[in-house]
């Protein structure tokens, strides 16, 4: 995909046109092209020159962008924020605005003030008609010299057979001049035979001011609109600015301060308190909290110590932080959430199409309205000034901007808005359709869960004690990869066990793992695990592990085990099997994963919005069943390998507009498969690559935000449309004349140039109304302890809430900041009794909501284990 600059484009039309020459292109697969932006984005192999070539005989002018153009940090992207502001386009339409102003309030003074109002004028000209005549054509000729913008671009579409907004102002204060200039000599001439009353019935025709006046209106729209479609690009702005200019690094085993392009992967730089990270990286020595919410959205700073991720533009609140850098120049997460805003802004939404197809014919269209217009006044026998006024008024009212407009300004506003909150929509087609779905499917773990379980049963069975237990299961799952796997070898390694060593290991995804006891194992067993067994022939045994359905496979289990399994599954527990020499069991390790703190209440939200929830997992029936129900999903599918999440997806695809959830690279197809992938942001690079939104928080509230986020975008999206449409079909017919032999409605030229001036504008103001959007909730009324009940209801699980709440004030001393707000919130918010806490270390207090009783003394041990006091509590 090749991005051009594309110069010269006015409105709609001039967009359309330019679209349409590209797409003539031999190897164009694709061609969008960005009013707002000025961009356009090109698809397919064909030669850069062939595409320029196309753009410039359409009229326009067109340049490559390279990759430094795009997207790199430091004094570049420095540069493109500024040229994004666009000071110098818009400080040269006001002063062109000024001076017609200028020279416009002298016109006006002798064509109306004194022409209507009898103002009075110099003795010299105020009985001299043709002198007046004169000095209003000198007027206009400097007001239309100052503006010749318009009839340059006006004329070269014409030329070039893409008549533009231009072409129609142009043609307007043209007529009305040439019109006017006529008017000028005949008067000349009646002097010249001394027919005053002639020369008086001219004077009331002259249409100077008309002239200048509608480009100086028309200019002043510009102007409002260069300046409102510059605060559409704010939140771009704002992330290009927060990339760091400098950065601290070790060379030589000193200490040097460098320019941020300039690190290098690998090399080792430093993060003061208070100072930003200049690159991503990882910390390798010591311990911070980092405020992330330039990137996440998120508020509360996020601990960091050896071997946790930093990102660039993220600020160091505290400690020292001595890390390697990962990824640095283009590669930085932040470069990459500019470009994806950036390129998500230049693509066009699928609602656009109807306005784009009216833009291709718009303005011909009103050209051949006007010439109508003008051929059907003359027939009906009006004077020439009338029939002048309404061809004009039909060209100057028209205004195919707010068309071309409509969708891209509420677009890049929206994008933005998502881009604060965490949010980001790869692309226009993305941000609408997120609004347009009926069902989430969302993966259990890591995405409903925290994806971090843990061993909560051990039970050994068949002779074998705990110990022999777990030295065999963290013998197994020592080189898994998976998060079961991770929290069994932690447990046996608290536990003081150390697993032996294996052969063979082999990963059956979806399944278990399977592995051979090695000999050195055997030699090195000091503690006689394997009760019963001939220790010389160990080394010939093989370990199995995983669910019921697979060991099953090998090992005939008893009623009793499965009873034990099934009672494990019903708590939300996963049992996880370990047999030997695949036909005895060795007994049966259960792990519990926890919801997401926000993961109830996001359920809640979007069955709230009309949507059907699902969640997708690989574990067992009965504890899919049970995590189901307390997260409060409608549907639980369960047993689903890998592969089979994308044929979950597109079974529901049949029917349905599915949003899929997940966070790892088992979730990739599925992610593809569904009408929009939602990839949590702290999951995998492959499950971001394949989503079409990236959420970069880890919480589950930004899924009903993004869907909050799109319906707004799309509202605003058809009000602006709405306004484009209706604002032409009331303004083209008035200006007409169409109402003027049933009421007398007609329309001056002036008035048509200053409503198609603000047309535009009002589009844009009204797509920066997106900034105000509230795409998250307020919980307050769910700050209540949730009781969860079993319901069946045509196969969907209910949640049954309880009313009735109770708040206490802690009073807290030595809270400094907001890491120890995060901190205070979560000691109390690992207390049964407490729904939720909301921290203010400015305040100094925390505000507890509860579900029951909590003592006094429980909440100043809390607080004291937190490593503050309470002074009081109310």
């Known amino acids: 995909m090749d991005k051009y600059n594309v110069t010269g484009m006015s409105c709609s039309a001039c967009s359309a046109s330019v679209e349409k020459a590209v797409k003539k292109v031999k190897g164009i697969d694709s061609c969008t092209v960005s009013l707002l932006t000025n961009s356009m984005t090109v698809e397919g192999h064909a030669d850069p020159k062939a595409v320029i070539e196309a753009v410039e005989k359409a009229g326009y002018g067109a340049s490559l962008m390279t990759g430094e153009d795009r997207k790199d940090v430091g004094k570049k992207q420095a540069a493109d924020a500024d040229e994004l502001d666009n000071h110098a386009a818009l400080h040269k339409m006001k002063v062109r605005l000024i001076a017609s102003i200028v020279l416009l309030i002298p016109l006006m003074y002798i064509s109306m003030g004194h022409m209507m109002w009898g103002w009075p004028l110099p003795a010299i000209i105020s009985d001299n008609h043709v002198a007046m005549g004169l000095i209003q054509m000198l007027f206009a000729i400097v007001i239309m010299v100052v503006n010749q913008k318009f ?13 533009g907004m231009d072409t129609l102002v142009a043609l307007g204060s043209g007529a009305s001049f040439i019109y006017s200039t006529y008017v000028l000599f005949a008067m000349t001439d009646a002097v010249m035979r001394q027919d005053n009353d002639r020369v008086m019935t001219l004077m009331h025709d002259f249409y100077f001011e008309s002239a200048a006046m509608i480009l100086v209106l028309i200019t002043v729209g510009k102007t ?18 927060l990339a760091p200019k400098t950065a601290i690094v070790l060379r030589d085993g ?24 200049p690159v991503d990286g990882v910390v390798i020595e010591g311990n911070s909290a980092v405020d992330e919410s330039a990137l996440s959205g998120e508020s509360l700073p996020v601990d960091k110590a050896e071997g946790d991720k930093v990102s660039a533009a993220t600020i160091n609140k505290s400690g020292y ?14 470069s990459q959430i500019i470009e ?4 998500a802004a230049a693509t066009k939404a699928p609602i656009a199409k109807i306005a784009d197809k009216v833009s291709g014919i718009f303005v011909p269209a009103v050209l051949i309205c006007s010439l109508i217009t003008i051929i059907v006044w003359i027939i009906a026998g009006e004077s020439t000034g009338f029939v002048l006024a309404r061809g004009i008024s039909v060209l100057v009212i028209s205004c195919p901007c707010a068309l071309g407009l409509a969708t891209p300004v509420a677009v890049m506003v929206g994008n933005g808005v998502g881009a604060k909150q965490g949010i980001l929509f790869k692309n226009a087609a993305a941000l609408e359709m997120t609004g347009k779905t009926d069902v989430v499917v969302l993966d259990k773990t890591g995405t409903i869960t925290n994806g971090t379980p843990e061993v909560v049963d051990v039970v050994p069975g068949n002779g074998y004690s705990e110990t022999d237990l777990l030295t065999f299961a963290a013998s197994l799952e020592q080189y898994s990869e998976h998060p079961i796997g991770k929290a069994i070898v932690e447990y046996v390694g608290q536990k003081g066990i150390k697993p032996q060593k294996i052969e063979d290991f082999q990963v059956l995804p979806g399944n278990g793992l399977r592995c051979r006891l090695s000999s050195e194992a055997v030699s090195q067993n000091e503690r006689g695990f394997c009760a019963g067994q001939n220790h010389s022939q160990i080394s010939d045994h093989i370990l199995l592990g995983g669910n019921g359905k697979f060991i099953s496979q090998y090992v005939t289990l008893s009623e009793a085990d499965k009873t034990l399994a099934e009672e494990l599954a019903s708590q939300g527990k996963t049992p996880i099997y370990l047999a030997i020499d695949e036909n005895k069991l060795i007994g049966i390790l259960a792990v519990a994963d926890t919801i997401k703190e926000d993961g109830i209440l996001a359920i809640k939200e979007l069955k709230e919005m009309n949507y059907s929830v699902v969640m997708l997992t690989g574990d067992n029936a009965k504890t899919a069943e049970a995590i189901g129900k307390q997260a409060g999903v409608d549907r639980v599918i369960a047993d689903v390998l890998p592969d089979g999440k994308e044929a979950v997806v597109r079974e529901l695809m049949k029917e349905h507009r599915v949003i899929m959830v997940g ?14 992938g939602m990839a949590i942001g702290a999951g995998t690079d492959v499950a971001i690559d394949a989503a079409d939104v990236v959420l970069m928080r880890e919480g589950l509230r930004t899924v009903p935000a993004a869907i909050r986020l799109s319906m707004a975008t799309i509202r605003n999206i058809k009000e602006n449309l709405f306004w484009a449409f209706i604002y032409n079909i009331i303004g083209i017919p008035l200006a007409a004349g169409v109402w003027y032999p049933m009421f007398g409605w007609k329309l001056n030229p002036m008035f048509g140039a200053f409503a198609m001036s603000l047309s535009s504008f009002c589009v844009v103001m009204n797509a920066l109304r997106l900034n105000f959007v509230k795409i998250y909730v307020n919980n307050s009324k769910y700050r209540i302890h949730q009781k969860m009940v079993s319901k069946n209801v045509e196969g969907n699980n209910k949640i049954e809430k309880e009313t009735g709440t109770m708040n206490k004030t802690v009073y807290i001393e030595g809270m400094m900041c907001g890491h120890c707000e995060a901190r205070v919130k979560k000691a109390f918010e690992a207390l049964p009794q407490v729904t939720e806490a909301e921290v203010s270390h400015e305040k100094k207090q925390a505000v507890l909501t509860l579900s029951g009783e909590l003592s006094d003394k429980e909440i ?12 009081s509590i109310k």
Do not use: W
């Open 151 to 163: 009839f340059i671009n006006g004329f070269k579409g014409v030329i070039h057979g893409a008549p």
């Open 663 to 676: 966070d790892g690279i088992n979730d990739a197809p599925a992610l593809t498969r569904a009408d929009i």
């Open 224 to 241: 409002l609109e260069e300046y409102s479609k510059g605060r559409t690009t704010d939140a771009l702005k704002g992330l290009m600015k």
């Open 321 to 334: 932080l001595k890390c390697r850098a990962t990824r640095v120049g283009t590669d930085t997460t932040l």
């Open 860 to 871: 100043k041990n809390t607080v004291k284990e937190a490593g503050y006091k309470v002074t």
């Open 254 to 277: 000193e200490e040097q301060e460098v320019a941020a392009e300039d690190v290098v992967v690998g090399e080792v730089f430093i993060v003061r308190p208070g100072s930003s990270v």
């Open 340 to 343: 994806m805003v950036s390129d």
